[in-house]
DNA sequence: ACCTGAACACCGTTCAAGT
DNA sequence: ACCTGAACACCGTTCAAGT
């Protein structure tokens, strides 16, 4: 029995196991048991499926904010659940940079953003903004990570200390010690929230200074 | 006469009026006036197509960086640069995520923020990190205008003020009045810049505070 | 040396049949 | 009501010929 769930439950798993790339209408079915053209009344298209995989993702998110906690322990939760999400699923941040966010469960994870940041003070003006900011760092760094964008490249073969002449990469050169140590991914993570946490407060500290429209309707 | 310039020159244009998903071998070599197969000896694949693609941009974001201004100045034109880049071509984003930055353009792109940012005082220990994470910012800002994945969504048809009980999204139900208003995306764009200059600055300005590795080398 | 043409193993999707 | 099979218009790439 094909039904949308197994159908989304067997792309998802072909997603794992050999990346989105993989995922074709012709795999998928394969994989259920059943023709291509049998998945169509469940999920309408390649890219309603791809919505669908997405959507799932999201629920996953969702119940992972403790409402007790602080606005920060709710963002730096979403933050990590989002990671560990993407370390599993290294195809979601694609997914979620190329496709808009039309599933319900995505309002509600953009709405506990909203909160939070009002919580901390931000004014309304400031809030989407900060929310679209901080959701965007988000999914480019897993995005960034899972893609290969992070990994090589930035370190070319010849950037080691004293291989190159000091005019031609100058920033590389003056870097070459640090550039030598590997990137601990997560404390590099762990240090961007908290950077981002300091825009937060530093909004909210904002308030009524520099611009006129401050603590707006509400 | 093909040539690997009047190739990427035919992909680049073809990207441009049609998508990048309308850029295959056989769409490129009908625009050269050639058979697909004559491709490639000038490009080798096409992922190695697309990576050309993606140098030839970079080269453009290059020669933007007045070297008499002051970091935050060339950290602005660049961003700037960027954006308009993404604004020309709505693809380069997309590619600038999936794939690894491999051009040798690109790794002097990002040479150039290093040494904005040592020269702003930011530790050598955080360069690299802050170097990502503006990137980051910067590309995934691209990518989800481009991609449509800031434009709807987030704002739903009952998300309008009063269409919805409170309690269902109580961020969204706080946030009608701003969330009705269209949004100015140079002016954001702006305000995240501005974000960002202030992270670089706190973080010049913690040296040698909260950790002992502070001005390294160099 | 450079290009072509046919072929292979794929795509998403339409449409007419089958049970 | 639900699924199949053949077909259409595409892909990237290999390989053997052509000039």
Redesign the interface.
């Known amino acids: 029995m094909p039904s949308r769930d197994a159908i989304l439950d067997a792309a998802i798993q072909l997603a794992d196991e050999r990346g989105l790339e993989a995922v074709s209408m012709r795999s998928v079915a394969g994989r259920v048991g059943v023709t291509p053209m049998a998945l169509y009344p469940y999920v309408g298209s390649k890219a309603a499926l791809l919505d669908g995989m997405m959507g799932r993702m999201l629920r996953e998110l969702l119940p992972v904010m403790a409402p007790a906690a602080s606005w920060s322990g709710r963002l730096r939760d979403l933050a990590h659940a989002a990671r560990s999400l993407s370390k599993q699923h290294p195809w979601v941040a694609?997914l979620?940079?190329?496709?808009?966010?039309?599933e319900?469960d995505?309002?509600?994870v953009?709405?506990?953003?909203?909160?939070a940041l009002?919580e901390a003070g931000v004014p309304?003006?400031?809030?989407?903004?900060m929310?679209?900011?901080i959701s965007?760092?988000i999914?480019?760094?897993g995005?960034?990570e899972a893609?290969?964008?992070?990994?090589?490249?930035?370190l070319?073969p010849r950037?080691r200390r004293g291989q190159l002449p000091e005019g031609h990469?100058?920033?590389?050169y003056?870097?070459a010690?640090?550039?030598d140590e590997p990137?601990d991914w997560d404390a590099?993570f762990e240090?961007?929230l908290a950077?981002l946490e300091?825009?937060i407060t530093?909004?909210a500290r904002r308030v009524g200074n520099d611009r006129g429209e401050a603590a707006?309707?509400?």
């Open positions: 694609r979620q940079l190329l496709r808009p966010a039309i319900p995505s309002v509600r953009v709405d506990a953003i909203y909160q009002l309304a003006a400031d809030v989407p903004r929310e679209r900011m965007t760092f999914i480019g760094f995005a960034s893609e290969g964008r992070f990994g090589r490249g930035t070319d950037a990469l100058p920033g590389h003056r870097l010690d640090v550039l990137v590099e240090a961007d950077d300091r825009l530093a909004a707006d309707g509400g």
